[in-house]
């Protein structure tokens, strides 16, 4: 997982009006990759609400990207 910030500390930070994005690299474990997005399928018995709301497949490169933000911020 990558983590890149771009925060100035010298400036008040509201937590509130922050975003963060992550990227998983899933190249050298394609099964757990795939598993992780038949959680994505409304059909699937595993299927999870917060990986479709949250989460980008990336088939191509077998990377999940992740966001994390307050909820009402993103619109």
């Given at each position: 997982m990558k983590l890149l910030t771009d925060i100035n500390t010298e400036n008040d930070i509201d937590v509130d009006k922050q975003v963060m994005i992550c990227s998983?690299?899933?190249s050298d474990n394609v099964e757990m990759y795939n598993a992780l997005k038949n959680t994505a399928n409304i059909e699937s018995v595993f299927?999870?609400?917060?990986?479709v709301k949250?989460?980008?497949?990336?088939?191509?490169?077998?990377?999940l990207w992740l966001v994390w933000y307050r909820e009402g911020f993103v619109k």
């Open positions: 998983v690299d899933f299927y999870n609400e917060e990986i949250y989460g980008i497949f990336d088939d191509n490169n077998t990377i």
